[in-house]
């Protein structure tokens, strides 16, 4: 059982950095891969960036590569999202996911983690 907890969110204004946090309770966190997901009023939930059980694979919606940089402490328990230059577009509820066992072809995709553990949410909002 894993039990997932996002922080981090706020207001900034557009071209601002905010650092997202996932922190998870359970011995076995450093097995599972994590993924960050957004959803936006009136929109379907997307897919923002993955990173492995070791940390050693990432991968980014094309929205945000060169922004958002995901990392992991598995000491800590913590995935992060550092997310930089932000855009009025990336106005959102942030959800981290945590799965065991990942295809390579739906890593962010939201389905594919419909049997993992997810967290409640965090609000992000860029505005001026």
């Known amino acids: 059982q894993l039990q997932l907890v996002e922080s981090g969110g706020g207001l900034v204004q557009p071209g601002g950095s905010l650092t997202l946090s996932c922190a998870a309770s359970g011995s076995t966190f450093y097995i599972y891969s994590i993924a960050w997901f957004r959803q936006a009023p009136g929109k379907e939930r997307e897919g923002v960036s993955y990173?492995?059980?070791?940390?050693?694979?990432?991968s980014y919606a094309d929205s945000v590569k060169g922004r958002f940089t995901i990392s992991r402490d598995n000491a800590k328990n913590t995935v992060y999202l550092q997310m930089n230059s932000l855009k009025p577009e990336d106005t959102a509820v942030y959800y981290c996911a945590a799965q065991g066992i990942v295809p390579i072809n739906g890593l962010l995709d939201s389905s594919t983690w419909s049997g993992g553990y997810w967290g409640q949410g965090t609000q992000v909002t860029v505005s001026s």
């Open positions: 990173i492995d059980s070791s940390g050693g694979s990432t």
